[in-house]
């Protein structure tokens, strides 16, 4: 039987084309595959990370909660109180240390990516969007940095200290400092700026009557914002201009929250407060036994906030009543972290807490070496938070793949008067959970550049045969 005859190409009209020689053959795959090398190594997009998960600062994390299992994967030694909180993007971690320096360690490993150096103590949550992290000091600076290189974009004189946490939406950075301001950049009274993300330069600044070293929100147009000056603030996010304000008789020492059209935000006279976010309107107040300077999460129509008293609180996000309350050791301000129905948060009693978020009951605690003020992140399977022992940690439930990579750096003394630290625990040689995904994309078109080599060769075979 004589070999079947290679049947030529066809237009969808019928319109017969000639067979291509192999030399037609061989360019035809070569214009074909050059261009699917090149996409294949084109990067994905880059991920952003904020403070709180979001721009809303809602705590809410889609990525991954551990349902048991409190195994150190690994910990990262820096040389000061870790109380930042981590942001994790493109499996890099980016976390301050009251060392000075900002750190980007291998969410994976634990190992140091790069450091970059300011002039005083971080205790800034890094924010991370369009591949440039920023980040506030103690230097009285809002820093611009590569998040890929660790070198240094822009840097902006906000004329005080800055313990806000930036908050990055449609090209502009939003963030406070304690010389009565936020976005100061001569710390004159009380001002909030924004600053243009890539130039750094103000674009506008709204005068306050006292100092801020809490973290702006951002939703829905308005920034939201407390005070010393006893206010939560209300203001365009474009123009700058005060839309309300609203007076709760004592220092907002939270930063608020925002969920389906209310603000949530703790106070000094003990108080939770639900804000209408349009008119400023209190909703309700819910009482607890002390200050509550930790910023409310808000998952499943529940918010989920700490307070000095040791306990942190379920409330109805509508109603203002009490679901459940948890027990701690010591003052929780630590900042809630919601993530596939578990609440994280840390404690001054040195542990990390995995809490049920409907039932209030304890899952696991991970023992550090020192209070535990920095917030919690999670991604990928994996919760990273600070500690006052000077390390950052990653935890999860995987043993099998990931070692131990210590770091150590000189140490500095630590302030009064900051929230954001973390903790410590004797070394572990355990592994991660999920592999942290890169951020290039290769296999779908690795399996097509395949296929089009295949078929190219096929071609030239059977004209050749």
Known sequence: MGRPKYTPFRETSGRRFRNPCPGHLFFFAVFLIVPLLVISSVPASAEDAQFRANPEHTGVYGNGGLESGNTELWRFATGGGVYSSPAVANGVVYAGSEDKNLYAIDALTGK???????????????????????VGSEDKNLYAVDAATGKEKWRFAMGGWVYSAPAVVNGIVYAGNADESLYDLKGTNGSLHAIDAVTGKERWRFVMGDYVNRDPVVANGIVYIGSGDENLYAIDAATGKEKWRTSKGDWVYSSPAVANGVVYVGNEDK????????????????????????????????????????????????????????????????????????????????????IDAMTGKEKWRFATGDRVDSSPAVANGIVYVGSE?????????????????????????????????????????????????????????????????????????????
């Open 389 to 465: 022992d000077k390390n950052l940690y990653a935890i999860g439930v995987n043993t099998s793949s990931l070692t131990t990579v210590p770091t150590t750096i000189p140490s500095t003394p630590i302030p009064s008067r900051v929230t954001d630290a973390g903790s410590q625990m004797p070394r572990a040689t355990t592994a991660p959970a999920a592999p942290i995904q890169s951020p290039t994309r290769h296999a779908p078109l690795q399996y097509a550049l395949l296929g089009a080599i295949v078929v190219a060769a096929r071609m030239v075979i059977r004209k050749r045969h």
């Open 271 to 354: 108080r939770l407060y639900a804000i209408d976010a349009m008119t400023g309107e209190e909703k309700w107040r819910f009482a607890t036994g002390d200050r509550v300077g930790a910023s409310p999460a808000v998952a499943n129509g529940i918010v989920y906030v700490g307070s000095w008293d040791k306990n942190l609180y379920a409330i109805d996000a509508v109603t203002g009543k009490e679901k459940w309350r948890f027990t701690a050791g010591d003052k929780v301000e630590s900042s809630p972290a919601v993530a596939s129905g578990i609440v994280y948060v840390g404690s001054d009693d040195k542990n990390l807490y995995a």
């Open 112 to 134: 140091e990516k790069w450091r970059f150096t300011t002039g005083d103590h971080i205790f800034s949550s890094p924010t991370v969007a369009d591949g440039t992290v920023y």
